[in-house]
Nanobody, 123 residues
Framework: QVQLVESGGGLVQAGGSLSLSCAAS??????MAWFRQAPGKEREFVAA????????SYANSVKGRFTISKANAKNTVYLQMNSLKPEDTAVYYC??????????????????WGQGTQVTVSS
């Protein structure tokens, strides 16, 4: 059974930091990513990594503030979020691809999704 289980969301003041984790199990995954969805908005790309962690990509809105990393031994991907802003408030979703091994921003290329974790940044 394939599972992606996110953890680490919560409430933080603007300028603060949070770290999200996504533990994947059930099969081999390749590219993994974080997306987010704010109320009334479409799901948007945040960051992605290939299987080894040697190649990453970021949305312009988070570049320099967020860092995606991967612990292959644990089949876990992390998102370190620093200098958080109120506009970062959203439900954050972990995603994984069973085929692609490039850190793609295309939501359609990810086959598996976690249940989401809420991140709220107060001003």
């Amino acid at each position: 059974q394939v599972q992606l289980v996110e953890s680490g969301g919560g409430l933080v003041q603007a300028g603060g930091s949070l770290s999200l984790s996504c533990a994947a199990s059930g099969r081999t995954f390749y590219a993994m990513a974080w997306f987010r969805q704010a109320p009334g908005k479409e799901r948007e790309f945040v960051a992605a990594t290939n299987w080894s962690g040697s190649s990453t990509s970021y949305a312009n809105s988070v570049k320099g503030r967020f860092t995606i990393s991967k612990a292959n031994a644990k089949n876990t991907v992390y998102l370190q979020m620093n200098s958080l802003k109120p506009e970062d408030t959203a439900v954050y979703y972990c995603a994984a691809s069973r085929v692609w091994n490039t850190p793609t921003t295309n939501v359609a290329l990810y086959d598996y999704w976690g249940q989401g974790t809420q991140v709220t940044v107060s001003s």
